[in-house]
């Protein structure tokens, strides 16, 4: 398990939809950016707002990728979270 240092945050990215609103199955999906994700871990030093579990919409190039099995993580600072998905 990864614990984020100071005022960084680490975030899951949530996977694309591969069905579509009608239940058609894509087999290869268009993949876009996505830039939504879903709170893992929160360092000692961020704002007491952010809480596991939530979903927030992050800066596009902001963060270090780690992938640990078929899990996508993202390790960035507290300031380049951008919103809170309600």
């Given at each position: 398990?990864?614990?984020?240092?100071?005022?960084?945050?680490?975030?899951?990215?949530?996977?694309?939809?591969?069905?579509?609103?009608?239940?058609?199955?894509?087999?290869?999906?268009?993949?876009?950016a996505?830039?939504?994700?879903?709170?893992?871990?929160?360092?000692?030093?961020?704002?007491?707002?952010?809480?596991?579990g939530?979903?927030?919409?992050?800066?596009?190039?902001?963060?270090?990728?780690?992938?640990?099995?078929?899990?996508?993580?993202?390790?960035?600072?507290?300031?380049?979270?951008?919103?809170?998905?309600?």
């Amino acid at each position: 398990m990864l614990k984020p240092l100071h005022d960084y945050v680490i975030l899951k990215k949530e996977k694309a939809e591969t069905k579509t609103a009608s239940g058609i199955i894509l087999t290869n999906p268009k993949e876009e950016a996505s830039h939504q994700a879903t709170v893992v871990a929160v360092g000692p030093k961020c704002d007491e707002t952010l809480k596991e579990g939530m979903s927030v919409v992050f800066k596009e190039y902001s963060g270090t990728k780690f992938k640990d099995h078929d899990d996508e993580y993202i390790i960035l600072e507290e300031e380049n979270i951008l919103a809170i998905v309600e």
